[in-house]
């Protein structure tokens, strides 16, 4: 029973350009959560996302930063026109069904902004 | 506001015992969760509580007062492998999970 995936594990762009974060959750969840973490730092709340919904945003940026969660495919984090301070693990979690329940952690992508 | 405070870093002796606290004031309470996160790796579920008191798994345990918004993760007969990062995290009830910033444990020889 695979785990969460996320893919790149690492990713490298200069700035301006975009970057684009993908997130398979474990099988059977329907609940994304994305997460930054600077190093040495806690993780930091971006997104919320159900199956075709966005439930909460409200720890990502209004500009430039927009996440999905199709219904068929994988969750998706995009940061256009990336800047230097972009550089940071994003990592993805999922969890089941009901009002709560462990989150289970992507192993990150690493994006490093030239 | 959401706010979870824990101590940034500890040290401790191989064989010792440690307590991690964490203090938190959310706006709603649905659960605290305790994570394991050795670097450049993702973070890992150790515990989870809802109601007070102490819940033991192992060399680990993980007690909770909602009374008081706070909780400590104990850790016992340390090993070099459990030097690592350990965040608190709340359930905020608004299907937010919140994190603190982590405390650092380093386990020495």
């Known amino acids: 029973n695979a785990g969460v995936m996320q893919n790149p594990r690492h990713l490298v762009r200069r700035r301006g350009q975009e970057a684009r974060l993908r997130c398979s959750p474990m099988?059977?969840?329907?609940?994304v959560y994305w997460y930054r973490q600077l190093p040495e730092e806690g993780l930091k709340f971006m997104v919320y996302l159900q199956k075709e919904n966005i439930i909460d945003e409200s720890g990502m940026p209004k500009e430039r930063f927009s996440a999905e969660f199709p219904k068929e495919g994988p969750s998706i984090l995009r940061i256009q026109q990336v800047v230097r301070g972009d550089s940071a693990a994003y990592f993805c979690a999922s969890r089941g069904q009901g009002n709560t329940g462990e989150l289970f952690f992507g192993e990150g992508s690493r994006l490093t902004v030239l | 506001g959401q706010n979870i405070d824990q101590p940034t870093e500890m040290t401790a002796t191989e064989g010792a015992i440690v307590q991690i606290n964490c203090t938190y004031q959310t706006s709603g309470f649905n659960g605290l969760f305790w994570y394991q996160q050795h670097a450049g790796e993702a973070p890992t579920f150790l515990s989870y509580n809802v109601l007070d008191g102490l819940e033991e798994k192992g060399r680990f345990s993980s007690f909770l007062s909602r009374s008081k918004g706070y909780s400590y993760l104990l850790l016992k007969e340390l090993q070099m492998k459990d030097s690592a990062s350990y965040l608190c995290?709340?359930?905020?009830?608004?299907?937010?999970?919140?994190f603190g910033t982590g405390t650092r444990l380093k386990v020495l020889a």
């Open positions: 099988k059977g969840h329907s609940h």
């Open positions: 995290a709340v359930d905020s009830g608004t299907y937010k999970y919140i």
